[in-house]
């Protein structure tokens, strides 16, 4: 590298090594440091248009068109799917479970109603049978 | 080949999921530098705030299909873009030749003192007047901060042909700001 190159470099690339490519940084940097007033003079109309460069005014999104674009994603299709459609699945089943067993519960109910009724009523007539205190041996003489 | 590290990837495939936050993420992300993009190489608020809307539309048709490792997103969109703009020019030299342009404004006095909004203007009016691709290259370094071998792929030229467009550019900038530089150190100082 000499004060010739480190000018030419500069003047394409700009004031800051960083933005160099990496192949000629390290020689830039050696540079630099062994003849630091050579190197700032190559670099110092570089730093300048940079700095002229900055000064162009920001280009600034507008919040409309920031709406335009965000709308525009679902125009292209993009549409938001579930985020955990395993556990969506796993509570759907759960659900379906519970109900089943749900269902089940209610025709065990019923049928244990319909048996407990049955033998409550065969007890009833036993009750009337010996309220009356007929002997089975009086009734058949 | 290795495969490229992308900043944008876990992005991408959110979006191309349909997460509306991510969506939101992208813009925030990706659409001021398509936008600042497109109007450093059009020099148009309207036809910029046009192909930066396209360029994103182009990625949400992209986002579903995108196979990370092979190149990085942002380089993508660049590309995208930068043919919409390429596009645009064109269309617009088929325009001009019928009617040429207006030469640029030379700019103020060089003893008119310059606020930073007129400096800002002096910069994109000397911007705007230089050759497509030493402006193509300024943009990618400079504005869009991309790396060299990228913006040289981007452009499709080595990182020496960029060099040389970069240093004919900036010489071409310096030459039309010169009355406003100050004097370089030598003059100041009169170190040799």
């Given at each position: 590298m000499n004060a010739d190159r480190m000018r030419e470099l500069a003047e394409a690339?700009?004031?800051?090594?960083?933005?160099?490519?990496a192949a000629e940084r390290s020689a830039a940097e050696d540079f630099a440091a062994t003849r630091p007033e050579a190197a700032d003079r190559a670099l110092f109309e570089a730093r300048q248009l940079d700095a002229a460069l900055d000064a162009a005014p920001r280009v600034v999104v507008s919040t409309a068109l920031s709406d335009r674009v965000i709308a525009s994603a679902q125009g292209a299709g993009l549409k938001a799917r579930a985020a955990w459609p395993g556990l969506r699945r796993l509570l759907w089943i759960g659900g379906a479970s519970w109900a089943a067993a749900a269902c089940a519960g209610v025709m065990f109910g019923l049928t244990l109603t319909g048996d407990l009724e049955r033998q409550a009523q065969l007890d009833l007539v036993l009750d009337q049978a010996s309220i009356g205190g007929l002997d089975d041996m009086a009734v058949l003489g | 080949m290795a495969a490229v590290v992308d900043p944008d990837e876990d992005l991408v495939r959110r979006v191309g999921q349909g997460d509306p936050a991510a969506i939101q993420a992208l813009v925030a992300r990706k659409l001021p530098r398509m936008l600042s993009l497109a109007q450093r190489m059009l020099g148009d608020a309207v036809e910029a705030e046009d192909v930066a809307q396209e360029a994103m539309m182009k990625a949400w048709k992209q986002a579903p299909r995108w196979t990370p490792g092979k190149a990085k997103f942002d380089t993508w969109l660049h590309r995208v873009a930068l043919n919409l703009c390429y596009d645009r020019l064109r269309r617009r030299r088929e325009v001009l030749v019928e009617a040429p342009p207006d030469?640029?404004?030379?700019?103020?006095?060089?003893?008119r003192g310059l606020l930073a909004a007129e400096l800002g203007v002096r910069v994109e009016t000397a911007l705007k007047a230089l050759p497509e691709r030493q402006r193509e290259a300024i943009v990618l370094c400079h504005?869009?901060?991309?790396g060299n071998i990228e913006a040289a792929g981007l452009m499709g030229i080595s990182v020496e042909a960029l060099e040389s467009l970069l240093g004919r550019g900036r010489r071409a900038l310096r030459a039309a700001l010169a009355d406003l530089a100050p004097n370089a150190p030598e003059a100041v100082g009169g170190r040799s």
């Open positions: 690339w700009g004031g800051d090594l960083r933005r160099w490519p | 030469r640029p404004d030379p700019g103020p006095a060089p003893d504005y869009q901060e991309l």
